[in-house]
């Protein structure tokens, strides 16, 4: 069977990130929406770099996912080859522990925009979920899945507060003694 046309590209600077950044894999996945999963570097691969960024739209591509630690620039490099929209995930490698790659994410020049989300995993996460809102704006079927999702997500959170309510409730009557 030959594999679905990738509509989101994730690339990250090194194998290293892959714990984190498989996580907005996960969520395309989890929406059915094709992705493909790079090892690229800004530093360390520039041309191969440049070149998948000025490809991307002709490759079929809609959005790019890019994530790094450190001195983050490889969305910046992304953003630089192409006008599909490019979230960065700024990862927590160094001991500035994500601030640097946050600065670095975010702090794009005027004219190449660059959609920072959170530093590590939530940001991998939300990444994938914002890939999916914009691929969304003109696919109604996957505008019903995210909207599905958040009533869920609504659900799950609801259920945790009826558990601490009873958990609250257990403890006075026990008072306090567990
Ligand atoms: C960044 O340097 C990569 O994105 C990674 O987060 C960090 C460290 O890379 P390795 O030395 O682990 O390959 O460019």
């Given amino acids: 069977m030959s594999e679905a046309q990738a509509k989101v590209g994730i690339v990250m600077g090194s194998d290293s990130d892959a714990d984190v950044m498989l996580e907005a894999a996960r969520t395309l996945d989890e929406f059915g929406v094709p992705c493909e999963v790079h090892v690229l570097s800004a530093h360390r691969t520039p041309q191969k770099s440049h070149q998948y960024s000025i490809t991307a739209r002709d490759r079929g591509l809609q959005v790019i996912i890019a994530g790094a630690g450190g001195a983050a620039h490889l969305a910046g490099v992304m953003a630089a080859g192409t006008t599909l929209p490019v979230l960065a995930v700024p990862l927590a490698v160094t001991p500035l522990a994500g601030f640097d790659a946050l600065l670095a994410s975010v702090q794009m020049p005027a004219g190449v925009p660059v959609a920072t989300l ?11 979920l914002l890939a999916v809102q914009i691929l969304a ?15 869920h997500m609504r659900d799950s959170v609801a259920k945790k507060s009826d558990g ?13 003694k567990s």
Avoid: M
């Fill in 137 to 151: 704006l003109a696919d109604p079927g996957l505008a019903e899945a995210l909207q599905q999702s958040r009533e």
């Fill in 118 to 128: 959170a530093v590590g995993k939530a940001g991998a996460r939300n990444a994938g």
């Fill in 164 to 176: 601490l309510q009873k958990r609250l409730q257990a403890l006075r009557q026990d008072g306090w």
